[in-house]
């Protein structure tokens, strides 16, 4: 199963799901546990430990749009008129924060959705622009041409730097549930949405932690971190709020 993320602020999710007046109720959980390196909280930070070396994440902070479910009974989403067959969340682009240390899991929203059965969840990592995003940058003028910003302190063998992660990568990302998740008319599901922040800095083989400010744009493990975000995203149903795929 392919991987993905979604966590956001509630003021800026408009929906604007298609509807054939039968409808049950869809929660959108966060949550970032799990990793492939050893993963402790402390205070409002996680701290990414592997052999002598850890990684303390302060924030992570990413622009998203275009966020929507797709019907299993659909080729795509919108392909039969008026069915119902999409839940669709038209963010366009908007700034999300990960909860992190105590911080776990959250839930982020809780819309009407048509009854039926779910099997894709999508979404854009999005660089915003000057022309088309000139209102998004007047209000996060930081994030012109900038996808995601991490903040944090990374040590190695005990010598410390702080550092400022930025990325521009630009990509669509789909992500098939496993099992597909069935909303019934009046019933309501849960879906837990996970980012593995703890494998963005490892190495290629996966052995050992990286500097973050290594990967900036030009830097020689830039293509190494682009490549695993881009394999850190998880979506499964979560009904019992624990983080965990039922």
């Not at 966060?30 to 850890?54: E, F, H, K, P, Q």
């Not at 069915?83 to 809780?110: H, K, M």
């Not at 990592?125 to 996808?147: C, E, Q």
Request: aromatic residues 6%; charged residues 20%; contains cysteine.
């Amino acid at each position: 199963m392919k991987r993905l993320a979604f966590f956001g602020m509630l003021p800026a999710l408009v929906v604007v799901a298609c509807t054939d007046g039968t409808t049950g109720t869809m929660t959108f959980s966060l949550t970032a546990r799990g990793g492939a390196a050893a993963v402790t909280t402390s205070g409002d930070s996680t701290v990414i430990m592997l052999g002598n070396d850890s990684v303390i994440v302060r924030s992570v902070e990413l622009v998203l749009r275009e966020i929507e479910l797709k019907r299993a009974d659909v080729a795509a989403c919108d392909a039969v008129e008026g069915n119902g067959d999409c839940q669709e969340f038209e963010t366009g682009p908007v700034l999300l924060s990960l909860p992190l240390g105590s911080a776990a899991i959250a839930q982020i929203v809780s819309v009407a959705a048509p009854a039926g059965t779910y099997d894709k969840f999508q979404f854009e990592i999005h660089k915003p622009n000057s022309g088309d995003d000139a209102a998004f940058l007047l209000a996060h003028p930081d994030f012109a041409g900038v996808s995601i910003r991490v903040t944090g302190t990374y040590s190695q063998a005990g010598t410390r730097s702080d550092f400022t992660f930025t990325s521009d990568v630009e990509q669509g990302e789909e992500a098939g549930l496993v099992p597909p998740v069935t909303v019934q008319e009046g019933g309501a599901v849960n879906i837990t949405l996970r980012v593995d922040v703890s494998g963005w800095f490892l190495n290629g083989p996966k052995t050992s932690l990286i500097d973050p400010a290594s990967a900036n744009k030009g830097q020689p493990n830039e293509s190494v971190v682009a490549n695993n975000i881009q394999n850190s995203f998880d979506a499964f149903e979560d009904d019992d709020h624990d983080g965990l795929e039922d």
